[in-house]
């Protein structure tokens, strides 16, 4: 074996090891990476250029690739049975890209003929089918990371096709090279040259598009903090009218306490009971003992008011300290209620806006249950919205709350009503 042939393996390991590492970041998450890793990378590139730089048996070879696949896998703190599956799906890729450069091969080079002749005569042939093969994994695995992140957005397709082009004009020029250059060392150099452009292209497209989900992220998060500060205002506003109550009391305690003081009962007491009428009519209150829950509760009962809905509310507390960070009960109930409020306000039928608000907590748990009449029966949680991908956030940072507390939500929605379930543990090393 020449020098040239053992650099070429050398590299295609090498490379191997970055589209290996860059397809499990994808489908296992970066987050779940081992802390050193190091080990396992030096394993596969041992086991990577003893796979090239040998002659097997068909069975033996696809063992000894398994292997080679499945101890970089190893990198990753996953259950051991999504590494296997995970590690044979690469299996099959590697295998179908390297078919693939087999037939390009086949075509573009007549002497080419089939896999038969990867022996141990023949390691420049398989270094090229592998080389090939790498280029045309590229596209694979970058499809593969788009399928299995799931992206929330979308990144325009100008930017997939720019992707696409330069693995394409790589393949082209390979085989060109391998059919008109002279194997040599500048031969060499320029199939290295192009692989390294591939990797840099996928590197720079896969810090793009993580850049974009970071903006759209912050962008989510921004709405979040626009939705609080929008619940704050709510709240500052449902104190101010307590304190305007308050300061009208205290003007009618003093009119009540003259007519004591002039022995007029009977004007006292129908003054008392026309203010407490009056109190009752413009202001509905909640008083659970828990400022959140009152706050949020009292303001979702005057936007009802205001908007024709019926709202009855169940609040029974086993204590008013609740065991649920305040910030984090604010996004549960307050993107409940708001749910159920824009939900009633596009019923058309008057008397069919209602909302149930129950709230119930145990010594262990905060149960919160709503349920509201909608216009139309619900197909999916899809939304019309213009918008579509920023819908659906609340219900999101619910169930991310959910999941922070150990606990869980549940929707329901039969004929025209639909039913909003959370319960929330307490926790005591919740903050």
Partial sequence: MDTYMIFSIIFVTLLMAFQANFYFDSVLGKSKRKPQRALYFVVFVMLGYFYLASSFSDLVSTAVALVLIFSLAQSYGVEFKIKLVFTILYAVLITMANTIAVYILGVLESDFISWEQFNGENHWILSKVMLLGCSIMFIVIQVVRLVAKRRSFAVHYRYYLLFLIVPIITIYQINVASIYSE???????????????????????????????????????????????????????????????????????????????????????????????????????????????????????????????????????????????????????????????EASKKVRQAEDRYILIAIHSTSSALVIQIMNHVEQPIVDLKSDKPNPEYHGIGLTNISRMCEKYGGHMSIEHQHRKFNNMVVLPFHTDNP
Avoid at 225 to 254: G, P, R, W
Avoid at 296 to 322: E, R
């Fill in 183 to 341: 194997k040599n060392i500048f031969y060499v150099f320029s199939v290295l040259g192009s692989l390294f452009l591939n990797v840099f292209i996928v590197y720079v497209f896969d810090n793009m598009v993580e850049k974009v989900q970071l903006v759209h992220e912050n962008a989510d998060l921004q709405r979040q903090m626009d939705y609080q500060d929008a619940n704050y205002e709510k709240t500052v506003h449902s104190f101010k009218n307590i304190k305007s109550i308050i300061h009208d009391i205290n003007q009618q305690f003093l009119y009540i306490d003259e007519c004591i003081q002039r022995n007029e009962l009977a004007a006292a007491g129908d003054h008392i009971k026309s203010t407490l009428n009056t109190i009752e009519g413009a202001y509905q209150r909640v008083n659970s003992g828990n400022l959140v829950i009152d706050a949020l509760v009292t303001n979702t009962l005057a936007m009802g008011q205001a908007n024709g809905i019926k709202i009855d509310t169940k609040i029974q507390l086993h204590s008013q300290h609740v065991q649920i960070d305040r910030y984090d009960l604010c996004v549960v109930l307050g993107n409940m209620l708001d749910n159920a409020i």
